[in-house]
């Protein structure tokens, strides 16, 4: 860490590991003298009574845990967790049949950036789209069932980091790569890398009424990598702009070789055009996809350069500018979409890189803000008064300034080394302003000691004044990326499955569960309610059955409690299985029944006072 951290400052090692600790001391006393009115000022702001609901959902990714967390705000309590890339043995995410297939294989994802969908450039609270950086998945997540609807596999990709970024109308999802790659999954030695290896962005598009996504196409880069992206809105609405870095092509040791040149690029490109080449059959196909060449298209990729490995970069509330984070430049760029137009319109290229026109920074750059002693700038957020909001991670603070003028009017320490932050409604159209939230990366001293590895942390603060207040830390799983700040009013959870959810699987009376053999597979339609499975209606034990070993079995279960919160699990005992049933929700599990002997099933979620009685027998006749 320090190592890196010092490749990032040029500085010695030990010079840096004395201004981080300075620097923290600094915090803790800070901390230790906040005046008692602050405290209970800070205390009744995140407190929340029972009956009183959050004004926020808060949805942050859960980075390597694969997961989605669910907060409420102020008050930062966890809601729920929703497993997206990983297994999850409370839900039976991953074991039942249908989330086992979406996962194709994987059992675990690296989750960095969570995409409500949007309608007219706002959070419309229907779906959340999340990027699975290490196996090269995007995710959907129905936000009326809290619960994964599909995974898509996108191919020729190098890990989506920059992703997931959603068109202003949620026409595309938007996930460009970090490492480039041989397309089509072939060979080539590293020493190839100019000429073989290539950076993609793929554009999915997301079918609301069947809850797919789908590849439309893909775009073909310079082997550069790519940071993260935005979409424009407005009057940039059509443009994605990404930052890159390693425009060194280094392919080792890419803490210094990747940090040599002064600048990189932000890459602007225009998916409207795009699609248009794409529609009139432009594209060839790879790997079983349309990819296009923006570079055989007229106006559709442009390069900026920009202060040398950045970060974030995040299109302004109105669409009129995007916001650089300098990362190893301790700046913010702030770049107008108007002076890129016009740049492009006069010509204004200084140099053409990969058969990329590059154009003048001056000619785009509107300012840079350079805050003193402030390091490490990651990702940018928005207010509603046309203020803007930094993460800075080695300086471990949230500096806010106006996007006008550049003028810093307030930086707030943060405990510690934030990544990203989330202001409410933050990265739509029309942000509120009210709170904001750093992920970061370190807890040091902040909570009871739990071993050598302390958890990642969330800050509150309430932006609603021209000060920031600090309001509360609290502790998360690893690892918090970004998240979105929605209003609650926006999502509408349903309290159970929707009929139009059943499947011909799905059995609704208790007379109905039956058992139907074909061949060596055994189909149970059976139902969960309180407080007794039904596997056979016609058996004399209905909540036991019998099938022989080496059988295929197949639990089609319904819980048919059309209840609030009254949920059901089964598990069958030495057989390591168990999933959830919601109410009104159908779930298939299937295995082989390769062990005879007496296997107990129980109800695994607490459903009833009769909830211990809850239970049956498999019962597995040997060969
Ligand atoms: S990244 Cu984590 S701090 Cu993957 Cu969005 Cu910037
Ligand atoms: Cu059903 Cu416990």
């Known amino acids: 860490m320090n190592k890196l951290l010092t490749a990032l400052l040029g500085l010695s090692s030990g010079l840096l ?12 006393n800070a901390r230790a ?31 390597h845990s694969g997961q989605l967390f669910v907060y409420g705000v102020p008050s930062m309590r966890q809601i729920r967790i929703v497993p997206v890339f990983s297994q999850d043995a409370a839900t039976g995410y991953g074991f039942d049949d249908a989330s086992k297939k979406m996962m194709g294989g994987y059992t675990w994802g690296d989750f960095h950036h969570p995409a409500i969908s949007e309608t007219a450039g706002d959070y419309d609270g229907q779906f959340l789209f999340a990027n699975d950086v290490a ?29 997931v970024f959603v068109t202003p109308n949620t026409e595309y999802i938007v996930a460009p790569t970090r490492f480039a790659r041989p397309l089509g ?24 009424a069947k809850k797919k996504l789908n590849l439309a196409y893909q775009i073909v880069l310079p082997p550069w990598s790519y940071d993260l992206s935005d979409a424009g809105k407005k009057m940039s609405d059509g443009w994605v702009v990404m930052t890159t870095y390693n425009t060194e092509f280094a392919t080792t040791n890419l803490e210094i070789n990747a940090s040599q040149k002064d600048r990189d690029y932000i890459v602007m490109v225009n998916w409207k055009k795009l699609e248009q080449e794409v529609a009139a059959g432009k594209a060839n196909t790879v790997n079983g996809v349309k990819m296009i060449d923006p570079r ?22 109105d669409g009129t500018r995007f916001v650089a984070s300098g990362k190893l430049a301790p700046l913010m760029t702030v770049f107008s979409f108007q002076k890129a137009f016009d740049a492009i319109a006069k010509k204004d290229f200084v140099a053409n890189e990969f058969g990329i026109p590059v154009l003048k920074y001056e000619s785009v750059m509107e300012r840079e803000v350079d805050p003193p002693g402030a390091l490490g700038p990651l990702h940018t957020q928005f207010d509603d008064r046309g203020n803007a909001f930094n993460t800075m991670f080695i300086s471990s603070e949230v500096v806010k300034w106006k996007l006008d003028t550049g003028e810093v009017i307030d930086r707030q320490p943060v405990f510690y080394s934030p990544g990203h932050a989330t202001a409410a409604e933050g990265d739509t159209a029309a942000p509120d302003g009210t709170y904001l939230i750093t992920g970061n990366k370190i807890a040091k001293d902040s909570f009871l000691g739990v071993g050598p590895s302390h958890p990642e942390s969330l800050d509150l603060f309430d932006i609603s004044g021209d000060k920031m207040q600090h309001l509360m830390s609290v502790p998360i799983p690893p690892e918090p990326h970004y998240s979105q700040m929605v209003k609650a009013d926006k999502i509408k959870p349903k309290l159970i499955y929707d009929k139009d959810e059943t499947r011909p699987d799905s059995v609704w009376k208790a007379d109905d569960a039956r058992i139907e053999r074909k061949g060596s597979e055994v189909h149970v339609y059976g139902v969960a309610m309180r407080s007794k499975f039904i596997f ?8 036991s059955f019998t099938v022989r070993q080496g059988d295929r079995v197949f639990l089609h279960i319904t819980n048919i409690d059309l209840d609030q919160d009254i949920t059901h699990g089964l598990e069958v005992m030495d057989y390591n299985l168990n999933f959830e049933i919601q109410p009104g929700q159908t779930s298939t599990l299937s295995f082989t029944a390769d062990k005879s002997g007496v296997f107990p099933i129980y109800c695994t ?3 009833s006072a009769l ?11 040997p060969k």
């Open 611 to 621: 909830h211990q009685e809850m239970s049956g027998h498999l019962l597995v006749q």
């Open 185 to 208: 999954d072939e060979y080539a030695p590293l020493d190839k890398y100019k000429e073989k290896y290539k950076g993609v962005v793929t554009m999915i598009q997301f079918d609301r």
């Open 135 to 163: 196996n090269n998945r995007i995710a959907a997540v129905d936000l009326s069932l809290f619960h994964t609807t599909d995974i898509l596999k996108m191919p020729n990709m190098g890990g989506p980091h920059a992703a």
């Open 296 to 317: 055989d298209v007229e106006g559709a990729i442009y390069a900026i350069p920009v202060a040398k490995s950045p970060h974030g970069v995040d299109v302004t509330p």
């Open 33 to 63: 003298s906040t005046p008692d009115g602050e405290l209970a000022s800070a205390a009744q702001k995140v407190y929340v009574p029972h009956g009183k609901k959050d004004e926020y959902y808060l949805f942050s990714s859960g980075g």
């Open 17 to 28: 590991v004395s201004v981080l600790f300075f620097s923290d001391v600094g915090r803790q």
């Open 605 to 607: 979620n607490f459903c």
């Open 536 to 543: 056979d209606a016609k058996a004399e034990r209905k909540d």
